[in-house]
């Protein structure tokens, strides 16, 4: 049972650990690169907690995909802009489908 729920955990961390660089600079950009050594710095400090509560699995790769995905951010940022721009012309085009409509 242990096992599965430690299975559960790490999926959901790396989850998190994917994503929480892009929303950090989305959010708060200008403290974007102290934030982010803090957040490293926390995780580092309580893998080895983690994986002691989870012997079977090993969390210590979330420090190396928390490096990848930093290390691309502005990418996956531009990428987010260019996602953003492309949905909302399309509601653009949906409200004036549903304005002709009338």
Known sequence: ???RYGERFLKASMG???YKPLLMYIMQRNTYLRDIEIAKDNLK???????????????LCLEGELEKYDENVRIHY???LKTNE?????KIK?????V???
């Open 45 to 59: 400090n309580s893998l080895k907690n983690v994986n002691e509560m989870f012997p079977n699995h090993n969390f």
């Open 78 to 80: 531009k990428e987010y």
């Open 86 to 90: 492309v949905w909302n012309r399309i």
């Open 1 to 3: 049972m242990m096992k």
């Open 100 to 102: 002709d409509k009338t």
């Open 94 to 98: 949906m409200q004036e489908e549903n």
């Open 16 to 18: 998190w650990i994917k």
